[in-house]
C-alpha cells in the first residue's frame, strides 16, 4: 500500500490542484455545519469519488476526449430523452434518473459532454465555420437542442448550458454577428415562455415548470409595494445569515440560519459561509474561483492544440460561472436558480462531474508546450 501511494504522481497545474483540495476540504466544514455527520459521511465519500475520477481522468491524454466527446453527447441525449419519460420527480421537477440504485441527473452529463462535443466541432469544422448554415447545422443545433431537452424541468441549467456555449464560440472567435444573431433569438424564446406562462394557459400546460419560473421572476423583480411576503423566502433568509455573518462572521460551526434557510448544504451554502466566515471568508472563496479561471486561461495560451484551448476555457467558465451564479442568488443579485457551488455544496453527481471536468483541463495542462507554469 506504502509503495502504491509513493507512485501516486499529481500531474499538470498544481495550483489548479490546490486550490481543488483547498475547496473540497472546506466544504467538509461548511457541510458538517449545514448538514451534520448524518449527510457528512455521504459527501465525504462522493467528494472521494470525485477527487480519483479527476485524478484518472488527468492520467488520460485530452486528445482521446474529442472522440469520446461524441459517444458522451449521444449518450447523454438519450438520458435527457429517458428522464423526461421516466424521470424521478422530487420537489415537482422530473431531474433524476434511478438506474440500479443510482440516482443522478442526466444534466451534469449534458453539461460536461455538450462543451466537449462544441469544442470538438469547431476545432475540425473551423474552416467552414465563416457560413452561418454550417454553423447552426455542426455547433449550434447540438446546444439547442441539449437545452431543448433540459428546458422543461430545469430553465436555469439550460440557460447556464447555452451561455457556455455561446462563450466557447465567443473564445473560437466565431463572428460577432452570428453570436448577437443567436442572443437576440434566445431573448424572443425566453419572452415568449414567460409572457405566455404568466397570460394565457397554453404556457403552463406546455411546460408545467414554468409557473414556477414566472413566480421567481416576479418575486425578484417585482417590489409589490414592498411586501416582503411576495418576495422568496429563501433568499430573505440568506440575506439575515449575511447580515448577521457581518465583516469578521459568527465562526464556523456557529451559523444560526442553518437550520431555518432551505437548501443550506446545497444552493444556499454560500450564505451561510458569509454567516460563519464573513465578508473576507466570502471574497476568500470567490477569489478561489476566479485563481481556476485566470490558471485554465493560461494553460489554453500554452498549447498547440485548438481543441484543448477551447476545452480548457470552455469547462473552466462553466464551473467558474455558476459558482458566481450561486454567490449571486444568495446575495440578492439574482433569482433564484437552484445552481450548487462547486466542491463545497453538498451533492452527488454535480460533485463527480466538476471533479471529472478539472481532471480533463489537467489533462490538458499535462501537455502544455510551457511547462514552467505548473510550478507557479
Known amino acids: 500500500m506504502n509503495s502504491w501511494i509513493r507512485n501516486i504522481q499529481l500531474e499538470g497545474d498544481r495550483t489548479i490542484w490546490g486550490v481543488v483540495f483547498v475547496l473540497s476540504l472546506f466544504s467538509v466544514l461548511v457541510v458538517y455545519s449545514t448538514a451534520g455527520w448524518n449527510f457528512l459521511f455521504n459527501h465525504i465519500v462522493k467528494l472521494m469519488l470525485g477527487l480519483l475520477a479527476m485524478y484518472i481522468v488527468h492520467k488520460i491524454k485530452f486528445k482521446y476526449f474529442s472522440k469520446l466527446g461524441q459517444l458522451g453527447f449521444i449518450f447523454s441525449i438519450l438520458l435527457l430523452v429517458l428522464v423526461l419519460l421516466i424521470g424521478v420527480s422530487i420537489n415537482g421537477a422530473s431531474r433524476w434518473l434511478n438506474i440500479a440504485g443510482l440516482q443522478f441527473q442526466p444534466s451534469d452529463v449534458a453539461k460536461l459532454a455538450i462543451l466537449i462535443y462544441m469544442a470538438r466541432q469547431i476545432s475540425i469544422k473551423r ?41 466557447l464560440m465567443f473564445v473560437a472567435k466565431i463572428r460577432l454577428k452570428f453570436i448577437a444573431g443567436i442572443i437576440g433569438c434566445s431573448f424572443l424564446c425566453v419572452a415568449t415562455i414567460y409572457f405566455s406562462s404568466k397570460y394565457t394557459k397554453f404556457g403552463t400546460e406546455i411546460m408545467p415548470r414554468s409557473a414556477t419560473w414566472v413566480s421567481r421572476i416576479d418575486s425578484f423583480f417585482i417590489d409589490n409595494e414592498g411586501d416582503d411576503q411576495t418576495k422568496d423566502f429563501q433568499q430573505i433568509q440568506a440575506l439575515v445569515a449575511i447580515q448577521k455573518g457581518g465583516v469578521s462572521g459568527l465562526g464556523p460551526g456557529k451559523s444560526t440560519q442553518r437550520s431555518i434557510l432551505p437548501f443550506s448544504s446545497s444552493d444556499f451554502i454560500y450564505a451561510i459561509i458569509l454567516e460563519e466566515y464573513g465578508l473576507f ?37 462553466s464551473l467558474v460561472f455558476q459558482a458566481l451564479v450561486n454567490m449571486l442568488v444568495s446575495v440578492g443579485i439574482m433569482p433564484v436558480t437552484g445552481q450548487t457551488l462547486p466542491f463545497i455544496s453538498m451533492g452527488g453527481t454535480s460533485i463527480v462531474f466538476s471533479c471529472i471536468t478539472i481532471g480533463l483541463i489537467l489533462s490538458v495542462s499535462r501537455d502544455s508546450k510551457d511547462r514552467s507554469y505548473g510550478k507557479a
Open 281 to 317: 471568508g466570502g471574497v476568500t472563496v470567490l477569489l478561489f474561483y476566479l485563481i481556476l479561471m485566470f490558471r485554465a486561461i493560461r494553460i489554453s495560451l500554452n498549447t498547440d492544440s485548438m481543441f484543448g484551448g477551447l476545452l480548457c476555457v470552455g469547462l473552466m467558465f
Open 127 to 167: 474552416d467552414c465555420l465563416h457560413n452561418f448554415k454550417d454553423l447552426v447545422w455542426y455547433v449550434i443545433s447540438p446546444l439547442v437542442l441539449v437545452c431543448f431537452l433540459i428546458l422543461p424541468n430545469n430553465f436555469s441549467t439550460a440557460a447556464l448550458i447555452f451561455l457556455n456555449g455561446l462563450v
